[in-house]
């Protein structure tokens, strides 16, 4: 008994049969659009002809995909239903399309008559993936970029403390005796610890603002000296 496909319906998804030998039994028209057949001839190019050197004969990185090392074939010959899932189709052009698919083998009286293969094209499903992937690392990274900041900003106030402490303590100790070009280096360690200082508040305020925290105020400022 042969076996014939539904009549079809409108669907975005590719189906095709294959007899026992592999062959392309039947196709329908969103299997042949997929697969940049969708010319008047597209059909003749694959009815009756062992589909699987026409849309599955390589990898997705280009290595040859031989037909019995192929999931849907081994599908096929066992008799047992299959997802297939990471693999790729190739169209007419040379061009390939990763692709979710479903193999569902024949059996009739104990024998395999063939079997109907479902597929369809799952670009825009890993492209969505991908973008979000992307968005989560791109999050991640900004969130240990600004604790890192945030981190080694508060880290370096605790030597700065020191240095300016004591910096401050020796220019106003009367006691110190220093000489006047020994105060002449206390003074430019102090504007050095300062500077340091500032530098240290402006990556913390960065962190502050990539974080959404940063607090301003309303207030009059020399232009002159900003400029």
């Known amino acids: 008994a042969e076996w014939f496909p539904p009549a079809e319906v409108g669907t975005a998804e590719g189906i095709y049969g294959v007899d026992p030998q592999g062959r392309c039994t039947f196709i329908n028209r969103a299997a042949l659009?997929?697969?940049?057949?969708?010319?008047a001839d597209g059909e003749a190019a694959l009815l009756g002809r062992p589909i699987h050197g026409l849309i599955h004969h390589h990898h997705a990185d280009g290595r040859p995909y031989p037909e019995a090392e192929c999931r849907i074939h081994q599908a096929r010959a066992g008799a047992q239903a299959l997802q297939v899932d990471g693999e790729v189709f190739w169209r007419r052009d040379g061009t390939a399309f990763p692709v979710a698919c479903w193999t569902s083998p024949i059996v009739e009286?104990?024998?395999?008559r063939g079997a109907i293969v479902t597929f369809f094209d799952i670009s825009?499903?890993?492209?969505?993936?991908?973008?979000l992937q992307q968005a989560r690392d791109e999050r991640a990274a900004h969130r240990a970029r600004t604790e890192?900041?945030?981190?080694?900003?508060?880290?370096?106030?605790?030597?700065?403390?020191?240095?300016?402490?004591f910096s401050q303590m020796l220019r106003m100790d009367p006691d110190a005796r220093l000489a006047a070009?020994?105060?002449?280096q206390v003074e430019r360690i102090h504007q050095a610890g300062e500077h340091l200082l500032a530098l240290v508040n402006d990556v913390l305020d960065l962190s502050r603002i990539e974080?959404?925290?940063?607090q301003v105020?309303?207030?009059a400022v020399n232009l002159a000296s900003v400029v």
């Not at 070009?181 to 002449?184: A, D, E, I, V």
């Not at 974080?211 to 940063?214: E, N």
Request: overall charge positive; cysteine-free; glycine content about 8%.
């Open 33 to 39: 659009q997929l697969l940049g057949h969708a010319d």
């Open 109 to 112: 009286h104990g024998q395999v």
């Open 124 to 131: 825009e499903q890993q492209r969505s993936r991908a973008e």
């Open 148 to 165: 890192f900041l945030s981190r080694m900003s508060h880290e370096l106030r605790t030597p700065l403390n020191a240095v300016l402490g």
């Open 181 to 184: 070009p020994q105060r002449n």
């Open 211 to 214: 974080a959404g925290q940063m």
């Open 217 to 219: 105020s309303l207030q």
